[in-house]
Each structure stands twice: as C-alpha cells, then as structure tokens.
C-alpha cells in the first residue's frame, strides 16, 4: 500500500532523477502550505506573505503535476528551477528577515537540486548553478543599502521556529539528493559488474564451440591445484582431424569439433571436471579425481565419440592421462602430458596412454 501510494505520487525507483524530482517538488509544496498555515495561525506575517506563499505552493503543485502526469519532466524541472530561483528565493528573503531568516538554507536546498535534476544537462546545470551561487550577493546587498525593504519576524521566537523548522525541511531534502546520488551509483555499479562479468566470461569462452579456452584453462589449473585434494588431466585430441577437413570441407569440420565439444562437455558436467578447447582440436579435460577414476571417465568417452551420431561417421581420439604432482609447474604437467599423448598416436590413436 505504502509502496503504491510512493509509486503513485513519485514514478518508477529506477528512474532516480524523475522519483527525487518529484519528492522533491512534494515537499516544497507541503513546505509553503505549511509555512502559510503558520503564519496564518501565528499571525507572524501580512496577508499578502501568506498569500504568496499560498501561490507557490500551488503553482509547485501544478509543476509536479505536470511533469508525474503528462510526461514533462524536463520542461517542468526548468520551470521549477527558474521560478525558485528568481521569485521564490528572492521573495522568501525579503519576506522572512533577510539574512537573518532561512533563505540560505534554501539557496543550499536549489543549488543541490540544480546540480542533482540536470547531472545529464550541462547548460541548465551551469547556468542554474552560477545563478543560485549569485542570488545571494544582490540580495544582502540591497538588505545593506536598503534593510526598511526587509520585513523583520514579530519577535525572536517566530524566527526561531522559521529556521529550525527549514532546517528539518533542507535536512530532508539533503537527505533526498544523497539517496538519489547514491542509488544512481549503485544502479550504475552494478551494470559495470555485470558487463565486467559478461566480459570476463566471454574471454573465457570459445567461440565456436563454447567450450572454455586456454586462458581459462591457464587460471583454473592453478587454482584447481591448489583447492582439489587429487588433480587428474587428460590431454584430448581428435584424430586425422586434418584428413576430416580436407575430405569433408572445413564447414563440416567445425561441425566435428562442436559435436565433439558437445561430448566433452556433458561428460564434465556428469563426473565434475571441466573442458576446455586449447587448440584447433586439441582438449584438455579437468578432474577432480584419481588417476584410476580418470581412466574410467575416458573409457566412457571413448564410447561417447564411437556412437557420436555424424553425418560422415564417428570420429575417435587420442589422450595422454596424468595426476598433476603438488609440486610442479603448469609447464612441466603439460610437457609430460604432451609426451603421452604422442605415444597414444603412436600407439595407432583411438586410445589413452596413462603413465
Ligand atoms: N574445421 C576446422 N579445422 C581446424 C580448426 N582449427 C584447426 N583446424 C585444423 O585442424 C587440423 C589439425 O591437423 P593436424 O595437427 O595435422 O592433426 P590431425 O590431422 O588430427 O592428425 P593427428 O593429430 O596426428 O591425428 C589442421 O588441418 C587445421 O587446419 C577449426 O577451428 N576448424
């Protein structure tokens, strides 16, 4: 209910800058409404300071209206924006004492939302700013050459209700701009997480098979060796790949490779491990396993690839299997690897050579 009712008069959380700027504009009409009640009740100003005060509030509500119902967003922060500045402020300052009364607060109050409602408009941004910055120096001037134009509070105690009560209202406000500043950041930290994320997975990834590739095969070697009580590796490559491609055209070979991915990578995600594509058909595949269990997760491989449903007939690999020693480097694994699996091509292929 209470999450509706803000929806209702406030518009979508995910627009930060639309939902601040109508808060905003909420409770500078509440603010002049209530002001105006004061000082009706307290008698602390002339007819004509609460019917001023009675026409802005009014003309805030028509601007808020404007801008949540018929989608006039830009157009009416620059009306806000001009008429706070040029009659609200200057107004506010020779009606409430001056500089003696709250106006500074409320310059504060403007030119924090000028910079907040126009981040994405430069030129408005600049010349609203500049002009809040300036307001001030006119005024306290003419309140030099001229304090009978500046209407005094009846007594101390007005005046000092007048600026608690604005600076409950500026806190408010404050408070309102930081949250907006800060949920823009996080929307905004969490689209750069997640690209990052998108990205880092794509330079992990292949892009013909979507196997992962050898950089990613490089980070997880030295973290599955750290983190994994036994590390065994199997170095996969496809047979007279060469001989496929040349017979059937390359289109027919990428098809190979991608049906083979498709193998590898089921078989991973049965037993644990992970595959990579290293090479043009070369494989590594990650276990997490024994050296023994290894062998039999290959075995089931080599019957995968036997029933491998292409339309040239299967095709069949060759691997060398080996545990991965605490103490040696990727580069040492990988050369006793390599050895392996040269034997098992030697040996006539379609087989796994174990050390
Ligand atoms: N279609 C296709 N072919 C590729 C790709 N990457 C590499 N190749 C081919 O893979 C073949 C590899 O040939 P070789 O290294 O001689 O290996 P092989 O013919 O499988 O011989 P053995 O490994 O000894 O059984 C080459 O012809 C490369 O052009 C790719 O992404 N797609």
């Avoid at 706070?84 to 009364?101: M, R």
């Avoid at 990205?199 to 060796?225: H, I, P, V, Y």
């Avoid at 299967?314 to 694994?333: H, I, M, R, W």
Wanted: net charge neutral; with cysteine.
């Amino acid at each position: 209910m209470i999450e509706k009712t803000r929806s209702w008069l406030l518009g979508s959380r995910d627009n930060p800058q639309q939902y601040t700027q109508h808060a905003v504009q909420l409770i500078v009409f509440v603010a002049f409404l209530y002001a105006a009640a004061i000082n009706y009740v307290t008698s602390a100003s002339g007819y004509i300071n609460i019917c001023i005060q009675l026409a802005m509030s009014i003309s805030t509500l028509g601007i808020w209206y404007r801008s949540r119902w018929h989608n006039e967003y830009q157009r009416m922060a620059i009306t806000f924006m001009v008429m706070i500045t040029t009659i609200t402020l200057p107004i506010n300052w020779f009606l409430n004492g001056g500089s003696f009364g709250p106006t500074f607060f409320l310059n504060i109050c403007v030119f924090m939302y000028i910079s907040v409602a126009f981040r994405k408009n430069p030129y408005y941004r600049y010349f609203g700013q500049s002009f809040a910055a300036l307001v001030p120096i006119p005024l306290v001037m003419i309140e030099y050459y001229h304090p009978e134009w500046i209407s005094t509070y009846p007594n101390n105690e007005t005046r000092l209700i007048d600026l608690a009560s604005t600076s409950v209202v500026t806190s408010i406000f404050m408070l309102l701009m930081m949250e907006n500043l800060t949920k823009k950041f996080h929307l905004r930290h969490s689209k750069v997480e997640q690209l990052s994320e998108q990205l880092r997975q794509l330079s992990e990834r292949d892009s013909l098979t979507g196997l992962l590739n050898r950089r990613a095969f490089e980070s997880s070697f030295t973290e599955w060796k750290e983190t994994k009580e036994c590390l065994t590796i199997a170095a996969v490559d496809l047979d007279f790949f060469k001989k496929i491609n040349d017979q059937w055209g390359h289109y027919y070979g990428d098809e190979v490779l991608i049906n083979s991915s498709t193998q590898l990578s089921e078989m991973s995600k049965d037993t644990g491990s992970l595959a990579f594509r290293t090479g043009g058909e070369e494989f590594m595949l990650m276990m997490p396993c024994t050296l023994n269990e290894a062998y039999q997760h290959i075995q089931i491989l080599h019957d995968r690839f036997a029933k491998m449903k292409l339309l040239n007939g299967p095709v069949t690999f060759s691997s060398g299997l080996a545990e991965v020693k605490p103490d040696e480097s990727q580069d040492q694994f990988l050369k006793r690897v390599d050895r392996l699996l040269y034997q098992a091509k030697n040996q006539g292929r379609n087989c796994t050579v174990v050390e």
